[in-house]
């Protein structure tokens, strides 16, 4: 009897809040309204739609320019356009935060579709001047679809994030600028996730054109970086100031600053994984520079074209910083390619480097002049690098094609079995073939044999290849066991 009262107070309960969901209607021609939020008699103000909404209520906004600032005042509800972002804005004419969640929004607090412009927060007290279009406080909403132009802030001219962890995509930051840091976005704490997104022509005066990570964890997923700077200050595309940001599969393309034009890392140990970058330009580290005691992994990335003033024109890296940098490409850098300490294997470098795997070679793009870093036909880059560099990681590239495709054709100077890794953000299309992280005889399964030959290679690596060598560290010890026991899969 029980179990029958329960199961129909869930219905009950399942009913009502089904019949609460509504769809409020909004329509800047139906100003100046007030309207009741019916198709028929939309209100004329976003803000008004949020006021009368609740949880679960979904708000469609027509075409129109909305003037005015928007508070999602906590409620978990979906704001969106009606037609996309090309034809509906919400314009802050000069006022701060255009959009602001500071009620502990979570995922199902969802901004979609829309151009927002004309915030302003600079030249305000804190919190006033964080987020010129969008301010975060201890929330964590869903912004899709959206394009961030022309605000400014103190912090975070596009986005300002304090604490929370926000999932943002398919967004497009452009000409939005901070007085400090953080031109398109400024995170501060909080794991943001940020996909898809495209930051160009966005400018901080210290940190961070593109995007500055403070204390902050993001994982940044297939974003473009171009042209952002970050004046006389550090990082243009990125600055991240600690944690362990995850960066795969990005590109920063001519983004400017005096340290680092496309990333600066400050005591940051960031995840860089199949990201290009190029044409970037610094008077310490064109495309990167490590200090503060950073220890980023840089793996499967090509550098090309970057300019530094002074040294560092790939990568910069002061002598406290130990960035371990595998399968990349640096060439055609200027001055130089590398400039500091770090560990270097597996990776075409011009001028040569000490490591393990390190070549000197024209890499062989297929039409650098044109931006393609993709490698030709008899690259010294395809099937060069070491697998277990990137497996585990990932198992795609830079394109989405397969990591790990072999090029049977040529010799495999690199380190894996039965396919090798290439060099650089791309991944030459032999012929793929799975590759997990531990397959030390590479039969597809991680298993007996595999652990058999992880005891049999134990202790320091003497060959140049050491396949068993899971963590990378020089030797097979604790670590690459427990590695190993981790991936153990009966499955072929
Ligand atoms: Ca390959
Ligand atoms: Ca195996
Ligand atoms: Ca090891």
């Known amino acids: 009897m029980q179990k029958r009262i329960f199961a129909l107070t869930v219905l009950i309960v399942l009913a009502v809040s089904t019949a609460q969901a509504d769809t409020i209607h909004v329509d800047a021609a139906n100003c100046p309204g007030p309207g009741d939020g019916s198709e028929l008699d939309p209100y004329c103000s976003i803000q008004t739609a949020i006021d009368n909404a609740v949880d679960t209520d979904e708000i469609v906004v ?32 000069g006022f701060f935060h255009v959009v602001q969640c500071a009620s502990d929004e979570g995922r199902d607090t969802v901004l979609d579709g829309f151009t927002i412009t004309g915030g302003d927060g600079s030249g305000l007290p804190y919190p006033d001047n964080a987020g010129g279009g969008m301010a975060m406080f201890e929330s964590g909403p869903t912004v899709t679809n959206c394009t961030f132009s022309g605000n400014a802030a103190w912090a975070g001219g596009g986005i ?68 952002n700077s970050a004046g006389g200050g550090a990082g243009g595309g990125m600055y991240n100031d600690g944690e362990i940001p995850v960066v795969t599969n990005c590109t920063f393309i001519e983004n400017s600053a005096d340290v680092g034009g496309g990333m600066s890392n400050d005591l940051s140990d960031p995840t860089v994984t199949n990201c290009t970058f190029v044409g970037n330009s610094a008077r310490l580290g064109g495309g990167m520079i490590n200090y503060g005691g950073s220890c980023p992994t840089v793996t499967n990335c090509t550098f090309s074209e970057n300019t530094a003033s002074s040294v560092g024109g790939g990568m910069n890296t002061g002598s406290g910083d130990t960035p371990t940098v595998i399968n990349c490409i640096l060439w055609g850098d200027s001055p130089d390619e590398f ?15 000490p490591g393990t795997g390190n070549i000197d070679a024209a890499p062989m793009f297929v039409d650098p002049d044109n931006s393609d870093f993709r490698l030709q036909t008899g690259s010294p880059g395809i099937d060069a690098g070491h697998n277990w560099a990137i497996a585990g990681i990932t198992d795609t590239d830079l394109d989405g094609n397969p990591r790990f495709a072999a090029d049977r054709i040529d010799f495999d100077p690199g380190c894996g079995i039965p396919v090798v890794v290439d060099m650089g953000a791309y991944e030459y299309q032999g012929e793929p073939f799975p590759v997990k992280l531990g397959d030390i005889d590479g039969d597809g399964i991680v298993g007996i044999v595999d652990f058999l030959a992880l005891l049999a290679g134990w202790g320091p690596c003497v060959e140049q290849c050491c396949l068993a060598d899971l963590d990378l560290d020089g030797k097979v010890g604790i670590v690459d066991f427990l590695t190993l026991l981790a991936n153990w899969d009966s499955r072929p």
């Open 62 to 93: 027509a075409s129109g320019i909305y003037f005015e600032t928007i508070d999602f005042l906590g409620k978990a509800i979906t704001v969106r356009s009606a037609d996309g972002p090309e034809v509906t804005t919400i314009d802050g004419t």
């Open 339 to 353: 400039f500091g300490t770090g560990t270097v294997a597996y990776s075409n470098i011009q001028g040569g480097w």
């Open 160 to 227: 300002f994030s304090d604490g929370g962890s926000p999932t943002v995509t398919n967004c497009t930051f452009s000409l939005n600028s901070a007085d400090y840091a953080g031109g398109g976005m400024f995170s501060d704490g909080g794991s943001p996730t940020v996909t898809n997104c495209t930051f160009i022509g966005n400018t901080a005066a210290v940190t961070g054109g593109g995007m500055s990570n403070f204390h902050s964890c993001p994982t940044v997923t297939d974003c473009i970086f171009t042209g």
